[in-house]
Every structure is written in C-alpha cells, then in structure tokens.
C-alpha cells in the first residue's frame, strides 16, 4: 500500500503519457545490527551484511529490441538517519604519519585530526544525496550504454570472489584497503562521471568496459579511468576477471588493481569462492587533498608563531616527501571461502590473506565464521565473529558493509570483531 501510494506521488513529477509507458520501482534494503570491536565501542550500525539504501529503477520499452532504462540509489544510515557512515572506532592510523621526523608533535597531532577527524564521515564526504548510483542508460540489441555513477568493472569481479559477499565483519575488503586504511582506497568501488559498455550473451559470457574523463573514479579526482572486465555465469560458476586503472590530476598512472574470481555451486548445499586481487599505486589521487589540508590547516597557525620562511618550507618538504611515500601501494591478496546451506540457514566461513610488497611488510590475514537464518524471502537475521591478524605497521580492524572498521588501537595488534544484525530487503 505504502509503495503505491509512494508511486503515485512520483507519478505526479511526470508527464501522465511518459509515466504510463514506463515501468518504476521502488525498492531498498533496511539493515542495522550491534558490533562488539576489540579495541573500540560496542556500536549500533546501519548496514551490516549489505548498505542500507532507497532506490528508483525503471524501464521503458521502445520496441526492436530497445529499451531506456535509470537507476538512482540513495544511502540511508539507520542509525542516524543521515547519508555519512563514520569509522567503526576513532582509533588514529598511524601509517600516514610516519617518517616524518623533525616535524613538531603539536603539528602531528593537527594532521592526525586534519586527515582523520574524530567522528567525522568516512563515506560520502561529498553528500551526494544518490552516492550509491546515478545511471541512465539504453539497452539494445547489441549490448547496453550506460552513463553515470556506476560499479567499476574490477570490483563487480570483487564483489563476486567474496564469500561474505562485501558485507559484515568477514568481508575480504576489509583488508585490502590498504595500509594507511580508509584514508588510501585499495580499490575503486565506484566510478563517476563514466560511460559504459556492457554485454550478456546466451552463453552465459558477458563483458564491460567503462571509461571516465577528467572528475572520474570513487573520489572523482582521476583525470581519466579506464576500466573492463570478462564474465561467465552458467553451470554453477559466476566468475570473472576484472580491471581497474586510473590516472591522477597530472595524468600519471595511480590506483591500479587486476581481480580474478568468483564462485561455483556443485548443487544447492555448497557453493565455493576463491579470488585474487592485485593492487598498485605509485601516485595516489589523495596527494592533493593532503597537500592541501597543510597548507590550510599547519601553515597559517606556523606563520602566527613566527616561524621562519625557510622553516615552513622545510617542514612542507617533509610532510609532502613522507605522505607521497605512504599513499603508496603495492599488494597482492587472496581468499577462498565456503557456504554450507543448513535448513533455513547458511554457514559462511573465509580466510583471506594480504601480501604488502611496500618496505614494511605489513600483511594481514583475516579468518572469519557466519550463519545467516533466513527468516522469509525477504529477512534474515545473521551473525558473523571475525579475526585480523596484523604484521608490521598494519591495523586493519573489522568493519561493516557500511562503516569502514577503522584502525586498531596500535600498529601490528589484532583486530576483532563479532556482530549481530538484521536485513530486510523491500
């Protein structure tokens, strides 16, 4: 009833002959929980096994085999009501910062809050009211063109590796995010400001290739992206090879990740994952931001307290060396995963390893345990325990679908979490 009601009222924004020609739905998921996280507070979150959302799609059929279709996305937090999901935990990443002897603590400590504000939005910093996806596009006999915010090719393969499917504290993501954690993406979830190409065959043999120029990527930074990605989905097996390659401001190659991977279900008991992502950036798009945040934020306060010309440049320089060195990424990660379908449920269980090739091998390894009881089609009640094993500087810390896990309390300590959740999808 809610749901016609709501129709209707769209309705009214259209023209009454465009609307009756064109299929609209509504539809989201809601999805909150409670995470308990060592080294950080007991939490009600919004998205657990997948983001809280509102969406609008629809389609028209334009006859011979072509059809225009939208899709628009919102993200919801539950807990808030708000677009801006936060770190699960306000814990500092030290990794950003280090090596950059000389400069004063009291400045450190200004850029720790300047780069990772307590509290502040770890997703969506831009507000956009349909962060999740914006898209028009026209389906046609040969393939479908789609223009907007979209999936990147390399992270639908991602996305289909995952045994926890890029939700709850198991997700594999919660380790490839690099070292320096949120703050240095491993890879490009999203792409805006980009067109596509995608095809499905019969066979079960698809393809996408997506480019985007200048204001492209996840953060819109790049100068241009470049993306593709080769699919099978028959048979029991959904896999794929997917990549990722974008540019910075100055047109120099950045984050680039290759992902290969997916599933197989033998019958409808087990279904396996396995997956492999590389990822690699020598010029992160972040540069500028960091760049800058000093300027603005260190600058004038060294300029109040007198502190010579020379010196300021001196710091900038030190500041500016250590940070290019730190958004820097070179890593290779793998998983393999089951689910076991029991009754009404399902059991999930993932191990995921991440080589960092940087100089201070800082690997992670993440072990995580789930069952998720399905209470009808559309709701299910799930909990998942997960282990993070950090080495070196490393301080990744389990997460959510929807909240970054933030960092552990000190370089090299384990992360671990357990959560209890509930999704409905609508």
Not at 387 to 404: E, H, M, V
């Amino acid at each position: 009833m809610k749901k016609s009601i709501l129709a209707a009222l769209i309705g009214t924004c259209f023209a009454t002959s465009a609307f009756a020609q064109t299929s609209v739905q509504i539809y989201g998921i809601a999805d909150a929980g409670v995470m308990w996280q060592k080294g950080g507070p007991t939490k009600i979150y919004s998205g657990g096994a997948d983001g809280s959302r509102i969406g609008f799609k629809g389609t028209e059929d334009l006859g011979n085999g072509y059809k225009a279709i939208f899709n628009l996305e919102a993200r919801v937090e539950l807990d808030t009501g708000t677009q801006q999901p936060t770190l699960m935990n306000d814990n500092p990443g030290t990794y950003l910062l280090r090596g950059m002897n000389g400069i004063p603590p009291a400045i450190l400590s200004n850029l720790q809050n300047l780069i990772q504000p307590p509290g502040g939005p770890a997703v969506n910093q831009e507000r956009a009211l349909f962060d999740r996806t914006a898209m028009v596009g026209l389906i046609t006999p040969v393939g479908a063109i789609l223009l907007g915010r979209m999936y990147t090719p390399g992270y639908e393969v991602f996305n289909k590796a995952d045994t926890f499917e890029s939700g709850t504290g198991g997700t594999w993501g919660h380790v490839t995010g690099g070292t320096a954690g949120f703050t240095a993406l491993g890879a490009d979830i999203r792409s805006q400001e980009a067109i596509q190409y995608r095809i499905a065959l019969p066979n079960g043999i698809g393809a996408s290739v997506m480019y985007g120029p200048k204001g492209s990527g996840y953060l819109g930074r790049y100068n241009k992206f470049r993306a593709g990605a080769v699919t099978y989905t028959a048979n029991g097996f959904d896999v794929g090879i997917g990549y990722n390659h974008g540019y910075d401001q100055l047109n120099r190659p950045s984050l680039r990740t290759t992902t290969v991977g997916g599933s197989y279900a033998p019958n409808d008991t087990w279904k396996f994952f396995a997956g492999f992502h590389s990822q690699r950036n020598s010029n992160s798009v972040l540069i500028a931001d960091y760049t800058n945040g000093w300027d603005a934020g260190v600058v004038p306060a060294l300029t109040a307290q007198g502190v010579p010309a020379a010196n300021r440049t001196a710091l900038r320089n030190i500041f500016l060396n250590a940070i290019r060195n730190n958004t820097r990424q070179d890593a290779n990660s793998y998983q393999a995963g089951v689910h076991y379908k029991i009754g009404s449920g399902r059991i999930m269980a993932q191990y995921a390893h991440q080589n960092d090739r940087t100089e201070t091998n800082s690997d992670a390894n993440l072990y995580a345990l789930g069952y998720d009881h399905f209470l009808s089609k559309r709701t299910d009640l799930y909990t998942v325990v997960s282990f993070i094993k950090n080495d070196g500087l490393a301080q990744y810390s389990p997460g959510t679908s929807g909240n970054p896990g933030g960092f552990t309390k000190s370089p090299g300590e384990d992360g671990r979490a357990l959560q209890i959740g509930i999704r409905h999808r609508f």
